[in-house]
């Protein structure tokens, strides 16, 4: 007698799990749709910045997208705190998601029939203009999220009778649209970063960028003039310098830092030296591709074989090896 020899079963792919503002329809959610490592994965929403990289630290999630900067208002605070006070955390990857907004209502509502206005405050501010210019007379209702405020009037615990809400809103929710394109800056941009568990970084590109939390030793005339020194003596553009308050006595701030480049980089590590001597804290946060994929440039005497060089001609002294004069 003989048997059929049993079937093997393959191994059970491991699902991953991220997790983004929600609900469905926010800038983080499309933000969050251009990571194809992402895709047919688990996207759990959550309800604000601390609670999606909460999710991270304790394991619920493996990543989460959270917002970081906007070209208008500049960097977002909370999440900025955020990544300063939370250990074990990295950024992975930027995103760029264009900002424009819809001003939705329930089915059957008119233009002219909108007195108060559900939005959040960031929203709502960066649609001031429109908002003066056709309904003078409005009235502000703060929102939690840009999609929240839709949400609400659609299950009718919103006194609103109109919100300001991100245009996907429409692919899930059955809303009158009042009005498009009601954004007043048509060229706003929220950068977005993902943030996984601390991680080795992925390797340079030549399009990279470096982020990092620095705090000054003490209050100082030059302190913060040092503190830059460590990027310009070594010809590390910086696309962002935020300061943030520490919070514990007035006077005190971190300065959160885009630097063009990567950890990899001979004058990127060489600057982090320089940081970490200098400051009485430096949290390394990731160094990652930028989102534009822009190439950075800088001068030939800032190149990695320089630095090389010199380090090699400082051991050559100090083991006393013949030196040829140049």
């Known amino acids: 007698m003989t048997s059929e020899p049993a079937a093997v079963e393959a191994p059970a792919t491991t699902r991953r799990t991220y997790s983004y503002l929600g609900p469905s329809g926010t800038f983080t ?128 615990v919103s006194d609103a009778d109109a919100a300001i809400a991100p245009p996907g809103i429409l692919e899930h929710y059955d809303l009158e649209l009042l009005a498009e394109n009601i954004g007043d800056n048509p060229n706003a941009v929220t950068r977005f970063v993902l943030v996984s568990r601390t991680v080795v970084p992925p390797g340079p590109t030549g399009a990279d960028k470096t982020s990092l939390i620095v705090e000054l030793p003490d209050d100082h005339p030059g302190a913060l003039l040092e503190m830059l020194e460590q990027f310009a003596t070594r010809g590390i553009n910086l696309s962002l310098l935020a300061s943030r308050p520490i919070g514990d006595e007035l006077g005190r701030y971190r300065f959160v830092v885009d630097a063009d480049g990567h950890i990899e980089d001979e004058r990127m590590a060489d600057a982090l030296l320089g940081l970490r001597r200098f400051s009485p804290k430096v949290i390394y946060l990731g160094s990652y591709p930028r989102a534009d994929r822009a190439v950075v440039r800088y001068p030939e005497r800032y190149s990695d074989d320089v630095f090389v060089e010199a380090r090699d001609w400082l051991r050559a002294l100090i083991s006393g090896e013949p030196v040829e004069q140049d």
Do not use: K
């Open 29 to 156: 959610e499309a933000a969050l749709t251009q990571v194809p490592e992402a895709r047919d994965q688990i996207w759990r929403s959550v309800r604000n910045v601390g609670e999606a990289l909460t999710d991270v630290v304790e394991g619920r999630s493996d990543a989460a997208m959270i917002a970081i900067e906007n070209s208008v208002d500049g960097g977002v605070s909370t999440a900025q705190d955020a990544l300063a006070t939370m250990p074990g955390l990295r950024i992975v990857g930027e995103y760029l998601v264009p900002v424009n907004f819809v001003l939705v209502a329930p089915r059957g509502t008119r233009l002219e029939d909108v007195s108060l206005i559900a939005a959040h405050p960031v929203a709502y501010g960066q649609c001031l203009q429109w908002l003066t210019a056709t309904l003078p007379e409005h009235a502000h209702l703060p929102a939690a999220s840009n999609v929240a405020s839709a949400v609400e009037i659609v299950e009718g």
